[in-house]
């Protein structure tokens, strides 16, 4: 049977309406997750909920213990992941509060513990990552956006950059060459992580800013968390859909 964990990112610290049933620290081979994870029910289904940078501590994108984080899931039987991330907007059309399904991702993140191949398995583990995303947890995403009438981006470039600082204007004018779409902090290692332990993933994206140099004012935590806390709940929307659609009895 399918199982979901959603990873909460910035601006979603609880899932509004989970009734907690449990949370669970486990220890794993490397360490504590970024907080408790917790196991409730949301419209009585169940699931398991983390908040990736930790509660209240926060933790940067770059000290994020990513590999605990999906070996504890996974441990607690989660066979499916939808990571929620803040990103600022890049392409035309990506504007605070839109939503966003990626379908492709370039990682521009360095020195982050990447991989849960320690090369003592006497075999090269070389995971296919052409597809970085579950198509099929995607298009079930998709299908409960639009069951719900929520409007969300249905394909976009995710480029994923070390922080904590934010890019300058001439590193974004570089990423949308790349053919970026949206920028965040947390995507990666998170999704190749997932692909290693054979968990499907998929991710959606709130838009929270134009990236740097495409809005009118420098950036700021205020500016995104003013959208963030709109574009939360239009995702607890989504999450409850695609739990009706997918997870329920
Ligand atoms: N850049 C990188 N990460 C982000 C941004 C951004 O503009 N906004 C939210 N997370």
């Known amino acids: 049977m399918n199982r979901l964990a959603i990873i909460g990112g910035t601006g979603v610290d ?34 398991l909920f983390l908040q990736r940078h930790g509660s209240p501590a926060m933790i940067p994108p770059h000290l994020i213990n990513y590999r605990a984080n999906l070996w504890a899931l996974q441990a607690l039987g989660a066979t499916d992941i939808v990571a929620i991330n803040a990103v600022g907007g890049i392409a035309a059309g990506m504007l605070p509060g839109r939503l966003v399904i990626p379908d492709q991702l370039i990682d521009y993140t360095w020195g982050r513990e990447h991989t849960v191949d320690d090369g003592n398995e006497g075999a090269l583990r070389h995971i296919d990552f052409t597809e970085p995303y579950d198509p099929v947890l995607r298009a079930a995403l998709l299908a409960a956006a639009a069951g719900a009438g929520i409007p969300c981006a249905s394909s976009a470039v995710h480029g994923v950059t070390q922080g904590p600082r934010l890019e300058t204007a001439a590193e974004i004018q ?69 739990l009706q659609d997918r997870y329920g009895a």
Do not use: F, K
Request: hydrophobic share 45%; charged share 20%.
């Open 174 to 242: 570089r990423m949308a060459r790349d053919g970026c779409d949206v920028v965040g902090m947390t995507g990666m290692p998170e999704a190749s992580l997932a692909r290693e332990l054979g968990l499907a993933y998929a991710c959606v994206c709130m838009v929270v800013n134009p990236a740097a140099g495409l809005g009118q004012e420098p950036i700021s935590l205020q500016m995104m968390r003013a959208t963030l806390a709109r574009e939360a709940a239009v995702v607890r929307m989504l999450l409850r859909a695609l």
């Open 14 to 47: 609880e899932l509004e309406g989970l009734d907690i049933v449990a949370a669970h620290m486990p220890e794993t081979p490397y360490g504590q997750p970024s907080r408790a994870i917790q196991e409730g029910r949301l419209g009585g289904i169940g699931l």
